[in-house]
């Protein structure tokens, strides 16, 4: 194999300390604490070029892409409005936290449609007016649109509510801070099932994942193999009743399986837990629209309704 080039292994190492919360959440793809998926390992160079890879274009197609995989589990929700703050998490969903990481937020940028071409990294002169981190404003260029930026302020800014704001003298009154760009787990587990606890246990804002394609995608992303027999009813629709529905992870086989939840005539699993597995969630917002609303309908015959 090829040794990884520098500027992608720079964009590694600048992320290594931010997903840390988020690399946390991959362990729930395992049976219990073991087998965690802590690619953190890789990240091994200090930072520097990383952010130049994608705001100078110095990187070639491949480094991009490549970096930009090495995020795909991580979701990027918005904070606040005019705060400074994530939104606080729902019952058992993963926290969110602030994006400290200019890679991050360019991804986040990319993800939701938003430009990052006027300067990016905002001057200290506004240090204390934005939010720490990753944040959504008014672009500079257009007022009618929004752009991300990045503020590198140490340690926060004053005229964040709740800062020590002694000897601070506001002199931009009615400019609004913005609203900060945080980050979450993509993909966490739902419940694993037993014959009495079955299908999903998402907690808010998660879904499980009924569609196939999307079983791959999160199998490829978590670092995960699929099984063989990857479908389980392929060659005997039974199956459907002895595992659980949608996309789970197999504790025997240690690999992503999917079980059609229109296989067996749509029927539920009279038995998921038999042959052991956990459902993998999404967060639903991520879901299309189309692929949601599938879920929500399948969810009222297999468990609990994605939100």
Not at 150 to 158: K, L, T
Not at 216 to 222: H, K, N, S, Y
Request: charged residues 20%.
């Amino acid at each position: 194999m090829a040794p990884m080039p520098l500027s992608l292994l720079a964009l590694l190492a600048l992320l290594a300390p931010e997903v840390s919360s988020t690399l946390q959440h991959r362990s729930i793809i395992r049976s219990g604490s073991e087998g965690t998926h802590d690619r953190t390992s890789m990240k091994v160079l200090a930072d520097g070029e990383a952010t130049q890879l994608e705001l100078d274009g110095s990187g070639s197609s491949d480094e991009v892409n490549q970096a930009r995989e090495s995020m795909c589990d991580i979701d990027f929700p918005l904070g606040i409005e005019n705060g400074c703050s994530c939104q606080s998490a729902g019952a058992d969903e993963p926290h969110h936290t602030i994006i400290l990481q200019k890679a991050l937020c360019i991804e986040a940028a990319s993800r939701h449609g938003m430009d990052t071409r006027e300067p990016f990294a905002i001057e200290d002169a506004w240090f204390d007016y934005h939010p720490k981190g990753c944040f959504k404003d008014v672009c500079r260029h257009d007022s009618t649109k929004d752009c991300y930026f990045f503020n590198g302020v140490e340690p926060v800014p004053r005229k964040c509510p709740g800062t020590n704001s002694t000897g601070f003298v506001d002199l931009h009154p009615t400019v609004a801070l913005g609203t900060p760009v945080c980050q979450r787990a993509r993909y966490i587990n739902g419940t694993t099932h037993t014959a009495t606890h079955s299908h999903g246990g998402c907690p808010t804002g998660y879904g499980v994942i009924f569609h196939e394609l999307k079983c791959t995608e999160a199998g490829t992303c978590l670092g995960d193999s699929l099984a063989k027999d990857f479908r389980i009813t392929a060659h005997n629709e039974s199956e459907h009743n002895v595992y659980p529905n949608g996309c789970f992870f197999s504790e025997k086989l240690d690999l992503i399986e999917y079980n059609n939840p229109e296989a067996n005539g749509g029927a539920e699993p009279t038995e998921p837990g038999r042959n052991g597995g956990t459902q993998i969630c999404q967060v639903s917002s991520d879901m299309n629209a189309t692929e949601h609303a599938e879920s929500q309908s399948i969810s009222q015959n297999h468990g609990p309704k994605p939100t």
